[in-house]
């Protein structure tokens, strides 16, 4: 149990005070607050809420209305859900870029640049927990009476192929102002999607961009994630 509850606290942490220093930089500063930050911090940890919020369903499901049908629709409404949240988190890498410094502000590059790195590590790093509490729930739910359930290649190659659309969906934030809830107007969605990819060089672009950061997702989750799994699922 300690293996879990001692990076979860200092994910929390982690959390914690990028918040804190979104929200001191301002009257620290005297410059106004950068409100898209704590809109960032709020969507990085809605992934995680989500998750929750479906396990709770699960759990009152099949203690008060025992149904395959409702389990099946929690699990699979709650799914989708939770990945189309995911690369919010992961988003948060790209405020590296330092774009919120506004010329007349009299913050040190210093404060910026040990702000930016804290939203980074704590976006990076829910993401990555997201994944891993993903992969304890389907061995829970799927294969609780396997012996050793993370021999299994699926659950690597799932975990891969989300970090894959966690990449993509950064894309797709960053360069074409997507946010997940804009699939709700799907054709307003297709049109913007296929416009931008039309362009020259934009799909060679993309390509770079989702490979290069599903390396680095993947190289810190083998570092990071894997072995806190190998811990509690040996």
Same mark, same amino acid.
């Given at each position: 149990?300690?293996?879990?509850?001692?990076?979860? *606290?200092?994910?929390?942490?982690?959390?914690?005070?990028?918040?804190? *220093?979104?929200? =001191?930089?301002?009257?620290?500063? $005297?410059?106004? %607050?950068? $409100?898209?930050?704590?809109?960032?911090?709020?969507?990085?940890?809605?992934?995680?809420?989500?998750?929750?919020? %479906? &396990? @709770?369903?699960?759990?009152?499901?099949?203690?008060?209305?025992?149904?395959?049908?409702? /389990?099946?629709? =929690?699990?699979? &409404?709650?799914?989708?859900?939770? *990945?189309?949240?995911?690369?919010?988190?992961?988003? /948060?890498?790209?405020?590296?870029?330092?774009?919120? $410094?506004?010329?007349?502000?009299? %913050?040190?590059?210093?404060?910026?640049?040990? *702000?930016?790195?804290?939203?980074?590590?704590?976006? =990076?790093?829910?993401?990555?927990?997201? &994944?891993?509490? &993903?992969?304890?729930?389907? =061995?829970?739910?799927?294969?609780?009476?396997?012996?050793?359930?993370?021999?299994?290649?699926?659950?690597?190659?799932?975990?891969?192929?989300?970090?894959?659309?966690?990449?993509?969906?950064?894309?797709?934030?960053?360069?074409? $102002?997507?946010?997940?809830?804009?699939?709700?107007?799907?054709?307003?969605?297709?049109?913007?999607l296929f416009g931008h990819f039309a362009e020259p060089g934009n799909a060679s672009?993309?390509?770079?961009?989702v490979v290069t950061h599903t390396v680095f997702l993947g190289i810190l989750y083998?570092? @990071?994630?894997?072995? @806190?799994?190998? @811990?509690?699922?040996?």
């Amino acid at each position: 149990m300690n293996a879990l509850l001692l990076p979860a *606290l200092g994910l929390l942490a982690l959390n914690a005070y990028a918040l804190v *220093l979104v929200m =001191v930089r301002g009257p620290l500063f $005297r410059t106004r %607050v950068y $409100r898209p930050m704590l809109l960032n911090i709020a969507l990085s940890v809605a992934p995680a809420v989500t998750l929750m919020l %479906v &396990v @709770v369903l699960l759990l009152a499901i099949v203690e008060f209305f025992p149904s395959a049908v409702a /389990l099946w629709a =929690v699990m699979l &409404v709650g799914a989708a859900t939770w *990945l189309l949240l995911l690369p919010n988190s992961a988003y /948060l890498v790209t405020e590296l870029n330092l774009s919120h $410094r506004r010329a007349g502000e009299e %913050v040190p590059l210093w404060y910026d640049i040990i *702000l930016v790195l804290t939203l980074a590590m704590s976006g =990076v790093l829910n993401t990555l927990a997201n &994944v891993a509490l &993903v992969q304890l729930l389907t =061995v829970a739910i799927a294969r609780p009476n396997t012996a050793h359930p993370l021999l299994s290649p699926t659950l690597w190659l799932a975990a891969g192929a989300t970090l894959l659309l966690v990449s993509l969906g950064m894309y797709l934030g960053r360069y074409i $102002r997507f946010n997940s809830w804009d699939l709700l107007r799907p054709n307003r969605f297709a049109r913007k999607l296929f416009g931008h990819f039309a362009e020259p060089g934009n799909a060679s672009a993309a390509a770079g961009f989702v490979v290069t950061h599903t390396v680095f997702l993947g190289i810190l989750y083998a570092i @990071v994630a894997a072995p @806190v799994l190998l @811990v509690i699922l040996p």
